[in-house]
């Protein structure tokens, strides 16, 4: 059982900065893949950036350059860094986890770029 746990949402002015944070508790070892994706109202759930337990990266073309994704593997813990944020990337943003063929969510946390 595997349980994931998002923080570091909030507001955040145009060209600021947010890093989300998701602490991964449970049995946790192996090979996994995390990941961070993002929902808007009206719009599917999308893929923003992913990282193997290898270190591995995989982006979405519109937060190529602006956001980092990074894993500490001691701590069972992924993080978002988030730089020129635009008033699109607003979203409840979802911390996911491929571990022992199962997917496993965290509830969402909201961002909010707004002026």
């Known amino acids: 059982q595997v349980q994931l746990v998002e923080s570091g949402g909030g507001l955040v002015q145009p060209g600021g900065s947010l890093r989300l944070s998701c602490a991964a508790s449970?049995?946790?070892?192996?090979?996994?893949?995390m990941g961070w994706y993002r929902q808007s109202p009206g719009k599917q759930r999308e893929l923003v950036a992913s990282?193997?337990?290898?270190?591995?990266?995989r982006y979405a073309d519109s937060v190529k350059d602006r956001f980092t994704i990074s894993i500490d593997n001691a701590k069972n813990m992924v993080y978002l860094r988030m730089n020129s944020l635009k008033p699109e990337d607003t979203a409840v943003y979802y911390c996911?986890?491929?571990?022992?063929?199962?997917?496993?969510w965290g509830l969402g946390t909201q961002v909010t770029v707004s002026s």
């Open positions: 996911n986890i491929y571990i022992y063929y199962r997917d496993y």
């Open positions: 449970g049995s946790i070892f192996g090979g996994y893949i």
């Open positions: 990282i193997s337990s290898g270190g591995d990266t």
